[in-house]
């Protein structure tokens, strides 16, 4: 057995650097270490691993933003069709506390903004899937800041790791974080921004009592007609304005 694992392992790595694209392969939430879904090894492995992330099918994008794939990544296009679903368990956090996101090492010529957003589940996280339900709010955005862009720190090897704070005032329950990278080098037409979204769970603590009220819905939130999904980036200069897609980040 460890040395199937040794191999898969070996063969994510090299199908990781190949590919050029990327996925979420760690985050640190409340101290405690948690793996990402790994596509090129998880589905393999007997038991299937105990995950916070929902799984992905790949390292690839989401080019159609009019499927349901946008939401929490999936190939429901595909032969056979992936459809994601909901991870057997959940990590507790604070209210106010610090997630910590490492990506696998993200490729130089994919440029573009890293998008968080929160919905909060009616029960269990784990029995959930929002479907087109306005459920989602936006809770951290970084994009294009005096010629540096958001994903230029993940290009190092290991990537540098991201982080974002849960809003502090955020009520306690069951939430599925949202986290995606949008790649612009292609972006110039509809379609051509490349969406990378991972999904994970969490339980909220503490005596935060708000909920935001303006909420979006994936698909829906992005179209082609979307500010900064449809944008040509080599136009740019170091004192260009990238308009970051989507609504607001809700503060509480």
């Given at each position: 057995m460890k040395s199937i694992l040794a191999f898969l392992v070996a063969a994510s790595s090299l199908?990781?650097?190949?590919?050029?694209?990327?996925?979420?392969?760690?985050?640190?939430?409340?101290?405690?270490?948690?793996?990402?879904?790994?596509?090129?090894?998880?589905?393999y492995l007997s038991p299937t691993p105990q995950r916070i992330f929902r799984p992905i099918p790949g390292n690839g994008p989401v080019t159609d933003l009019?499927?349901?794939?946008?939401?929490?990544?999936?190939?429901?296009d595909g032969s056979p069709p992936f459809v994601t679903k909901p991870a057997p368990i959940s990590q507790s956090v604070p209210a106010g506390g610090n997630v910590e996101l490492e990506w696998t090492q993200w490729p130089d010529s994919h440029k573009g903004p890293l998008i968080t957003y929160m919905a909060k589940c009616p029960g269990s996280c784990s029995?959930?899937?929002?479907g087109s339900a306005a459920v989602w709010f936006k809770v951290a955005q970084s994009g294009y800041t005096n010629g540096v862009w958001a994903t230029d720190p993940l290009e190092t090897d290991p990537a540098a790791p991201y982080?974002?704070?849960?809003?502090?005032?955020?009520?306690?329950?069951?939430?599925?974080?949202?986290?995606?990278?949008?790649?612009?080098?292609?972006?110039?037409?509809?379609?051509?921004?490349?969406?990378?979204?991972?999904?994970?769970?969490?339980t909220v603590t503490g005596s935060g009592t708000k909920s935001p009220s303006s909420l979006v819905a994936f698909p829906g939130a992005y179209t082609g007609n979307?500010?900064?999904?449809?944008?040509?980036?080599?136009?740019?200069?170091?004192?260009?304005?990238?308009?970051i897609p989507g609504p607001a980040v809700w503060t509480g």
């Open positions: 199908l990781s650097s190949v590919s050029a694209h990327g996925y979420i392969s760690w985050a640190i939430i409340n101290n405690v270490n948690q793996s990402g879904w790994n596509p090129n090894v998880d589905p009019s499927l349901i794939d946008v939401q929490c990544n999936g190939y429901t029995s959930y899937m929002p982080n974002f704070e849960i809003p502090a005032t955020l009520a306690a329950g069951n939430y599925i974080v949202r986290h995606e990278i949008i790649a612009l080098h292609a972006a110039y037409s509809y379609p051509g921004a490349q969406v990378y979204p991972s999904c994970f769970q969490v979307t500010p900064g999904i449809t944008y040509n980036i080599y136009t740019m200069n170091t004192t260009s304005v990238y308009p």
